[in-house]
């Protein structure tokens, strides 16, 4: 039998919507916590095959989703091209920065990725072997304007100014960057489908802060270009893409792309999304992150509301962004049991 995910991805519309949930592998887990203690630090352990596919596989072992993704972090195809790239405890992520034209210059070629990605690439050809038959494999990258608003200010920031600033100031340098990452990007989850990832999605947690037409040149340019590459080497995988927080934006971002699937955010209600995305494509979302911490009644009420407003169509039962590092492990649980009773 086709697995649930696919089948969503596909078009077909399910009485239980697949469920998966972004970063389910991380720090609300006792099991992640210890396995990444043994491992040394973040990066040791997204470096490290045998590591990154146990914290893959432990929410599948603990919770039954129909799809597990892969264990890594979006800034490493930047450390791939060149980047200096380091994590702060208790704060995230820091990279060197590419505030230049020269500095664009300078990244390595894209066909120097794989050396330092190919530990990568092992995780997912262990967890295609390792996961159970019936649960669908995820891989992922981040979109080019998400990688590129860290690249330029060596962290993650709230307005992503860096990024806006370097646009603004020289079009044509940051547009190279952009396509510098595309290609990466295209590379890297081909690679990865290669190893046997059956899905891939392509993470724009900062779209929301493009407007007009820098929406159009840097969150749905790259996404298509991308897109269309995939498909072209790799028939039949099909692609979710995130543009977080896009709001009307996300209406047409399938066909603008060629996504199969449009991952939304908590802004927008579910009905909202019957409404405008649905009907042309297969979604994904949305509950808060929240009701993973708070759980309670609430969190029943919710999970089942979204489960009927979405019903009509295809549906992949998702959170609207990454779950929390302080959720209760319970409430991922009780989310699950009220999906799939609504």
Not at 175 to 200: K, N, W
Not at 307 to 320: E, K, M, Q, S, W
Request: some cysteine.
């Amino acid at each position: 039998m086709t697995k649930l995910l696919l089948r969503a991805l596909r078009g077909e519309t399910l009485h239980t919507p697949p469920i998966w949930m972004m970063r389910q592998a991380g720090r609300y887990l006792p099991e992640y916590r210890a396995t990444r203690a043994q491992a040394g630090d973040f990066l040791s352990l997204c470096y490290n095959p045998e590591l990154a596919a146990e914290v893959t596989l432990q929410p599948i072992r603990r919770f039954g989703f129909d799809a597990a993704i892969l264990f890594a972090d979006i800034l490493l195809v930047p450390q791939a091209l060149g980047a200096d790239l380091w994590f702060v405890t208790g704060e995230g992520p820091r990279l060197s920065t590419i505030t230049s034209a020269e500095q664009v210059a300078q990244l390595k070629p894209v066909d120097e990725i794989h050396e330092r990605l190919n530990p990568i690439y092992e995780t997912v050809r262990i967890l295609s072997r390792e996961l159970p038959k019936e649960t669908a494999l995820i891989g992922f990258a981040g979109a080019p304007w998400t990688v590129a608003t860290y690249m330029v200010a060596g962290r993650g920031t709230k307005d992503q100014g860096p990024a806006h600033a370097f646009k603004d100031a020289d079009r044509v340098a940051f547009s190279a960057l952009i396509d510098r990452i595309t290609d990466a990007t295209v590379e890297y989850l081909s690679r990865q489908i290669d190893a046997g990832a059956e899905v891939v999605k392509l993470f724009d947690s900062w779209a929301g802060s493009l407007k007009g037409r820098d929406f159009d040149d840097f969150a749905v340019t790259p996404a298509k270009r991308i897109i269309a590459a995939l498909k072209e080497r790799h028939p039949g995988v099909p692609v979710i893409a995130f543009p977080r927080e896009a709001g009307d934006r996300y209406v047409g971002f399938a066909a603008a792309t060629g996504a199969d699937c449009v991952a939304t955010d908590n802004s927008v209600s579910a009905e909202w999304v019957a409404a405008n995305v649905q009907p042309e494509i297969c979604v994904q979302g949305n509950m808060a992150p929240q009701h993973m911490v708070t759980g309670g009644p609430e969190l029943v009420a919710e999970a089942q509301r979204i489960t009927r407003a979405l019903r009509n169509g295809p549906h992949v039962f998702n959170l609207g962004h990454g779950i929390t590092p302080d959720a209760d492990p319970n409430n991922v649980a009780r989310m699950i049991d009220a999906v799939r009773s609504a």
